[in-house]
């Protein structure tokens, strides 16, 4: 699937497709890093078209909406077209969406994806095979959903003929990877300095570190934790986790207690269960395969886990915040 990789520095002309309650910010970003980069090189390198499929301006999840907005179908001609999501991606893509996605894609037009966007382009087949990045609290039920489809936890990844990143301000990095390509170094340090940003980040930067602010500061804890995070589909006994840190299960006892006030088994629950959450308010995936998925053998004691610590059974979030931020419970607090 795709053309392969066209040369960053020949992409100019962008149009940026609009999904309801799209990321503002993502967009924002994206449009005045080209602005900018043409302000800074003094001549118009880069344009940009805001579409929708009938033209009408899709509201952003802040309740604006961008203009001028044109009609797919009458859009000039694009170098590139970036699928643009935000909240309750999945009510935002029908099928007619996918259907013009999958025509551009025959056309040869390369695709990219801001923040959960990449939804659409997986949805319609056209990441299979790919390496993608989406914003980090979709990542657990998108990657149960699509097998098919690299999702990485990377600020933004380009990927032959696909462009993806994450949401908020990942677009203005990734479109000055862009810009580098066209103009070089200096006029993307330039136009970042614009926008007092100190540097442009590079796309395999993560997006967030969830471990490190739920408390664990200690090198130690935050390898476990990471590696606790790696394997909740398939949870190590605290003596394996231990040993990988290369702490004795008393040691690694004693650093939990003392930085988070949860031991290292009860962070691990509390990890698997927050997972379980995700993939049920953001996936389609039976109540069932979401217990096992989160690295539970038995759904009574996934069932009677979930309900201690969040009050109710897993059942009841469905329809909740689907591929939309959801927020997060401080794990001290949720786990008796």
Same mark, same amino acid.
């Given at each position: ?237 605290? +003596? $394996?986790?231990?040993? #990988?840190? /290369?702490?004795? %299960? *008393? ?5 939990? &207690? ?45 069932? +009677? $886990?979930?309900?201690? #610590?969040? /009050?109710?059974? %897993? *059942? ?5 915040? &689907? ?14």
């Amino acid at each position: 699937m795709g053309a392969g990789a066209p040369p960053l520095a020949s992409l100019t002309r962008f149009g940026f497709l609009t999904l309801s309650n799209y990321s503002l910010i993502a967009v924002s970003a994206a449009i005045e890093a080209c602005r900018m980069a043409n302000y800074v090189a003094r001549r118009d390198v880069y344009s940009w078209q805001v579409l929708t499929l009938d033209g009408t301006p899709a509201k952003a999840s802040g309740g604006l909406a961008l203009g001028p907005t044109v009609p797919l179908a009458e859009a000039g001609p694009l170098d590139a077209v970036f699928v643009c999501g935000g909240i309750d991606v999945r009510h935002a893509v029908d099928r007619r969406t996918l259907e013009e996605l999958r025509r551009l894609a025959r056309r040869g037009v390369p695709l990219g994806a801001l923040c959960t966007g990449s939804f659409a382009l997986a949805d319609a087949g056209l990441l299979d095979g790919y390496r993608c990045a989406i914003h980090w609290e979709n990542l657990g039920a998108i990657r149960e959903e699509f097998e098919n489809v690299d999702f990485v936890d990377d600020l933004f990844v380009i990927d032959r003929d696909r462009f993806t990143c994450s949401g908020g301000s990942a677009p203005f990095d990734m479109m000055g990877a862009f810009i580098e390509a066209k103009l070089g170094r200096p006029v993307a340090e330039r136009m970042s300095e614009q926008f007092v940003l100190d540097r442009l980040r590079g796309g395999a930067e993560p997006q967030h570190a969830p471990i490190r602010s739920k408390g664990l500061r200690h090198p130690a804890l935050e390898q476990a934790g990471a590696l606790m995070a790696k394997t909740i589909g398939a949870p190590l006994t605290v +003596a $394996a986790v231990a040993a #990988r840190v /290369g702490l004795s %299960p *008393r040691q690694l006892e004693r650093l939990f &207690r003392h930085h988070t006030g949860l031991g290292p088994a009860e962070f691990s629950m509390a990890l698997r269960l927050d997972h379980a959450r995700e993939l049920l308010r953001q996936s389609d995936l039976a109540v069932t395969a979401v217990g096992v998925a989160s690295g539970f053998v038995s759904s009574a004691h996934f069932s +009677a $886990a979930y309900r201690r #610590r969040f /009050g109710h059974a %897993p *059942r009841t979030e469905r329809g909740v915040g &689907r591929l939309s931020p959801s927020p997060s419970v401080p794990l001290a607090e949720s786990v008796p």
